[in-house]
Structure formats: structure tokens, C-alpha cells
């Protein structure tokens, strides 16, 4: 009784390993594109004066406002630790309030921190430094 499932277990996945390399195996190397072109303001690849706008489905990610989404310590120097320190603490930045990055960052082992400029509640107009995990848009 053994031995016959053995074989049939054999014959199963010798036909499972077939069909993996068979549905691996492409069609065709070729792709059939084409492009109708009407009117004015159409791009043109290799055309002299072309732009191409590539949306990779994010929308429009400028149109947002950049938040922190909890509440989190602006710090006055890029290290995770001073948020212990009362003297390295700029502000107490609050869910929700808007900020702008001023385009410095600094990656501490693996924890990214950003600069950023406080645009609104008490701390506006503060400058420091906060965890890129408590940075979202909104």
C-alpha cells in the first residue's frame, strides 16, 4: 500500500514540476505597441522639443500638505536619543500640525531624521529635527 503511494506521490510532483516550467516558458519575445497621434499638443517620442510626464499613480503629491501624523518632539540636533534631553527639545510638535522640510536629513543607523520647518500651532516657525516615520501628507 506504501509503495503505491510513494509512486503516485513521484508521479504528482514530476507532473507539478512539468507544469511549473511550462507556464514559465513566454509566448512571444515581442510586444505589439502602437500610438495614434491627432491633433496639437501631442508628444512625440524622439521628437526634438518632446516632454514626457510619467504618473505613476501617486497623484499629485505636491498639492498635498506635509503633517506630522502624531505627536512627536522637534529636536535641535539629528539624534534619536535627545528627545530625553529637556535641552535639545525645540518644541513640542502636535499631530496634525503643518511643516515644511528644509532639505537636510541625516540617517542615523537606519533611522532617517529630516529638518524640518513647523508652519503651524504654537511651534511655528520653529526649526528642528523629527523621525521621517512621524511625516505624512495629508
Known sequence: MFNKIGVLASICT????LVTIYTMTPYSNSAEVSQNIEG???VVLGGDNSTINVNNGRGD???????????TPILSVPEIFA???????????????EIKLTG??????GT?????????????????WVVISSLSYR
Do not use: H, P, W
Not at 503629491?61 to 505627536?71: A, E, G, H, P, T
Not at 537636510?104 to 543607523?109: A, L, V, W
Open 112 to 128: 532617517i531624521m529630516k529638518e524640518v520647518q513647523v508652519l503651524s500651532s504654537e511651534c511655528i516657525n520653529k526649526i528642528g
Open 104 to 109: 537636510r536629513s541625516k540617517d542615523n543607523i
Open 61 to 71: 503629491i505636491q498639492s498635498k500638505v506635509l503633517v506630522l501624523n502624531r505627536s
Open 14 to 17: 514530476v507532473l507539478g514540476f
Open 40 to 42: 496639437n499638443g501631442n
Open 83 to 97: 528627545a530625553t534631553e529637556k535641552n535639545k527639545i525645540v518644541c513640542y510638535g502636535i499631530e496634525g500640525d
